[in-house]
Structures are given as structure tokens and as C-alpha cells.
């Protein structure tokens, strides 16, 4: 029985002829599904044969068999060079003005130029200029007529060849480098002490008779600035305050900490009267607008929010950044906000839209601090690998400032150009804004009792007078420097030479 089972199953030569084409298709269709995954089988030599030659009959058919070209004598025979060099028409009867192939104009192949059959020849420059003059000038020509007229007109009057001249024997315009403007030095003029933490913050009040400084310990204290007197010290952050912004047209004072709270202080009762809650992790900075009472806050939850002071109405989220918003500036023209982060780049913001307008990505490390040129359309940003120097509105980088090699904490800038730095290690680097030349370094001291590794800056502002510097340090003491009076460019020369990279920008 199974003998007989397996007989049945055998097939015949014949039934195996029938279901090869069914195989092959089988086998062709599974190639075109995973023809990916293997390697592309080489052509059947006959049907590249075959393909190849019928592309070169589709292309090459009419001009396949081509008469041969006359030899030079039998032109010269045909066309003596007299008669080639006085006759302006061409010889019907010459070889080369035969029609051949398939044409327009005959539409016969082999037909002889005649009278009857003729076809216009090469026009010479002559009639080809004569031709274009016929022609009414377009608008775009009447255009580029008036351009390049007006152009040679300005090299005629300006003494200047009318040919290109080579790109090396183009007077190249000299780089302009600016001198720097002598500074006098800044030394140290009072040490504060009564904060018993690290002092983060600092903000000036507009009348420039007192200044408030928010530090670890959770309070913010507010000092004479004449005298660096104590006058109050307020209450209510349960962490680290680190920023404080001060009302121009309010008597408020506003402060954010890690607390993740933004409070609205006022000053003539000394209390809490608004908090702005939304912020998902510490706030690092805050500032006001100048003209508009709007207050604009970052943080660590990699977001500025911009915040109504009087309804606490939160306006706009500006979510762009990667990283912790360090810092934030604000300013009456467009931009008018702009933010520096720790993902290394500095965004501006259109606050009507509420969205980012452009991204400046030069740096390459954290943002740490931004300071707003008092007078001019500029700002500088600083960072552990430079001080860079950017003109707005558009963002254009100007130049570096390169040599305070450290963690770079705070910016300060006042309206005689004068730019100071403030780093981890302690280090204050004195900048003139102009030519980027460091004028000055100086190297604070910790107070009595701190360890040396506790001479770090955190912050640092001028007061308005731009006469006074106010520092905040790891050493919990905020000091004040001013200007040497003693001090004259006899005693202090400037040692300035420009270094190459000053003279590309």
C-alpha cells in the first residue's frame, strides 16, 4: 500500500514541462519582493543584446548612414577662393548646403538648396545687429540700460578703469581697529557683611540711594548705598533667592527663588502682596520691562514666562530652550526679551507673538550672564569659553573678548564703556567695550574666617551713577569698588597691541 502511495505520488516528465512556467514565475516574484536582501542576478546576455541594440536604433537610426564629406580639393574645384572671398550669399550647388536627413524645411532628404527650395544661412554680425535694433526694448533692458550707464558714469567721475581689475590688485580697504580709551583702575572701597549665605542677587533701586541683595540664607536685606548701612531685612522665600528686580513706577520689589516662588513685595508696608505661581522648578532670574508692567522670569524648568504684575496673570510661556534660563534681559525695542541658557545659546523673543524670533548658537558653553549696553544697540553674553560682543537687532556677532579663563558668573556694563566679568574663582576682569582691551584684572579677597576656595563672584551691578561697583560673593560679603582717583594714564599707560584675531572683525 505505501509502495503503491508512493508511485502515485511520483510525478511524470511531462506533468513537470506544465508547471515550470508556474515555478519560474513563482521564483521571479519572490525575487522582486526581497530583491533587497539579495544580491541582483547578472542579465541574460541575449537580452542585453538585444535591449541595447534597439536603443541605438531609436537614437542613431537617421543619421546611421551618412554620405562621406568632401575632400578639400574638390571644394576648392567647385569654389575657387576668389569667389569664396567676394560672394556674400553662399552656392546653392556647394555639398555643404545639401539638406540632408529629415529637416522642417525641406521636409525631403538629399533636396538641393535652389530658389525654390532655399533656406536662410548664417546671418553675419552685421545683419544680426542691424536685426536686434528693429527689435523695441523690453522694461528689464530699459532698466539694466540706466544701471550700467550710471555705473560707468560713477567710474569716469571717480577716475576709475572700465575693465574688471584682478581680485589681487584690488586695493583692499584697511580693517579699522579701534584704540582703547583709557580707563582709570578700580580699587576696593567697602566690605558688607550680615548675610549668613552665599549672596546671589543684587538690584539697585532707581534712586540710587539704597540697593537690595538676595543671597542662600532666604532673606533679602536692603542697604544704604552711601554708607553700607543695614536698613531692613525681609522674610518669606524658603530657599535660595536668586533674582531681584526693582519697579521704576511702583514701590515694588520683586524676587525669585529655587523655592520655585516669584514674589511681589511692597516696600512701603514691607509685606507680601502678589505671588505668580506656574514655574515647575527653580526660578534663576527675573527682570522688568521698561515700559510696559510686565515681569519676565526663567528657570530651571528651561522656560521664561512672562507674568501681568498686577492681575498675576500668566501672559506667555516662552518654551524654547533645552536648558536651564540663566538669565534674562528686557529692553523697549525689538528684541524685547532676550535669554541666555545653559544649553549655549541666547534666543530673542517677539513678546507680541509670544514665540522665538531667532537663536544665536556661537557659543560653546553654558550662558551664564547678559548685560545691556546702557546706551548703544548692543549687549554681551558671557560664557566659560568667551565674552562675546553681539549688535542688534539682528544678532550680529562683533568680536570676542578672550583671557578670563574661568567659570564666568555675572556681566556689568556702564555708560562709560566700561565692561566687568566675575568668575568662580574669584577674578574680576575690567573690559574697555570699544577695543575689548582688558585694562584691569583684580583678585578678591575672602573676609576673615572663609576659606580661600570661597572666593567666588555671583553677581555684580553698577549703580546709576555708573561711579560705583557692587559685587556679590561665596564669602557671604557683598563689596564695593570705584575708581582710582589718584590714578592718571602717566601712572597707568595703556599697553595695548592689537592681536590678529582683533583685526578680522
Sequence with gaps: QIMAQTEADVLTHQQLEKIKPLFEASIKRTLNVFIANNEVLSEDFESKRVRVATKVHDEYAQVKDLPPPPKASQILSKNPPDR???????????????????????????????????????????????????????????????????????????????????????????????????????????????????????????????????????????????????????????????????????????????????????LESNKVIRGYHGHLSGVYCCVLHPTIDLLITGGRDSTARVWDIRTKAQVHVLAGHTNTIVDVKSQVTDPQIITGSMDTTVRFWDLAAGKSSATLTNHKKSIRSIALHPTEYAFATASSDNIKQWALPEGRFIKNLSGHNAILNTLALNRDNVLVSGADN??????????????????????????????????????????????????????????????????????????REQTKF
Design 426 to 499: 574669584g577674578s574680576i576682569q575690567l573690559w574697555d567695550w570699544k577695543s575689548g582691551y582688558n585694562f584691569q584684572s583684580l583678585q578678591t579677597k575672602v573676609q576673615p574666617g572663609s576659606l580661600e576656595s570661597e572666593a567666588g563672584i555671583f553677581a555684580s551691578t553698577f549703580d546709576h551713577s555708573g561711579c560705583r561697583l557692587i559685587t556679590c560673593e561665596a564669602d557671604k560679603t557683598i563689596k564695593v569698588w570705584k575708581e582710582d582717583e589718584e590714578a592718571t594714564p602717566e601712572t597707568h599707560p595703556i599697553n595695548w597691541k592689537p592681536t
Design 84 to 266: 569664396l572671398a567676394n560672394s556674400d550669399q553662399p552656392d546653392s550647388s556647394h555639398p555643404d548646403y545639401e539638406v540632408l536627413g529629415s529637416h522642417p524645411y525641406p521636409n525631403a532628404p538629399g533636396v538641393v538648396l535652389s530658389d525654390d527650395t532655399t533656406a536662410d544661412s548664417e546671418m553675419t554680425p552685421i545683419q544680426i545687429q542691424s536685426l536686434l535694433q528693429t527689435i523695441p526694448p523690453t522694461k528689464d533692458d530699459i532698466e539694466r540700460s540706466k544701471v550700467s550707464s550710471s555705473l560707468v558714469e560713477y567710474r569716469q567721475q571717480a577716475g576709475l578703469e572700465e575693465r574688471i581689475l584682478p581680485r589681487s590688485l584690488i586695493p583692499v580697504k584697511p580693517v579699522k581697529v579701534h584704540k582703547p580709551v583709557w580707563h582709570p583702575p578700580w580699587k576696593l572701597m567697602r566690605v558688607i557683611s550680615g548675610h549668613y549665605g552665599w549672596v546671589r542677587s543684587v538690584a539697585v533701586d532707581h534712586s540710587n540711594e539704597w540697593f537690595a541683595t538676595g543671597s542662600a540664607d532666604r532673606t533679602i536685606k536692603i542697604w544704604d548705598l552711601p554708607t553700607g548701612t543695614l536698613k531692613l531685612t525681609l522674610t518669606g522665600h524658603i530657599n535660595c533667592v536668586r533674582g531681584l528686580a526693582i519697579s521704576e513706577r511702583h514701590p515694588y520689589l520683586f524676587s525669585v527663588g529655587e523655592d520655585k516662588m516669584v514674589k511681589c513685595w511692597d
